[in-house]
């Protein structure tokens, strides 16, 4: 079945939600982890399922994480230039970015103190 999934990611001024439409044997489950194929910067990375939606029209979405959510405050990249390395990088492998790069209003970054505080 064909699966559409979602994936974020985010520097501190910067986020993208990226989509991809899957084929998978099984619908994943909220906690499970899922790995994409990424030829230029690797599969390293689980991104974990957070929500799974099965729409009227028979379709489903699967949304993660944001990639490696930097101490909980919103943001997977404090380089500018590794963000737009790692969103080329999905582009290449399928990945679209139907609203574009956008600003982040997720990073929380104003409302902790250097400990994190």
Same mark, same amino acid.
């Given at each position: 079945?064909?699966?559409?999934? #979602?994936?974020?990611?985010?520097?501190?001024?910067?986020?993208?939600?990226?989509?991809?439409?899957?084929?998978?044997?099984?619908?994943?489950? +909220?906690?499970?982890?899922?790995? /994409?194929?990424?030829?230029?910067?690797?599969?390293?990375?689980?991104?974990?399922?957070?929500? +799974?939606?099965?729409?009227?029209?028979?379709?489903?979405?699967?949304?993660?994480?944001?990639?490696?959510? +930097? @101490?909980?405050?919103?943001? #997977? /990249? %404090?380089?500018?230039? @590794? /963000?737009?390395?790692?969103?080329? #990088?999905?582009?290449? %492998?399928?990945?679209?970015?139907?609203?574009?790069?956008?600003?982040?209003?997720?990073?929380?970054?104003?409302?902790?103190?250097? #400990?994190?505080?």
């Amino acid at each position: 079945m064909d699966i559409q999934f #979602s994936i974020w990611l985010a520097t501190k001024t910067r986020w993208a939600h990226l989509t991809k439409t899957i084929p998978m044997a099984v619908v994943p489950r +909220v906690g499970e982890f899922m790995k /994409f194929d990424n030829a230029e910067v690797g599969d390293y990375f689980a991104w974990k399922v957070t929500q +799974v939606t099965y729409l009227e029209s028979g379709a489903i979405e699967v949304w993660t994480e944001l990639l490696d959510n +930097v @101490e909980e405050c919103g943001y #997977s /990249f %404090e380089n500018e230039e @590794e /963000f737009d390395e790692y969103l080329k #990088s999905y582009a290449a %492998e399928g990945w679209l970015c139907p609203h574009g790069v956008g600003q982040n209003n997720h990073y929380k970054g104003a409302h902790h103190g250097p #400990s994190g505080a």
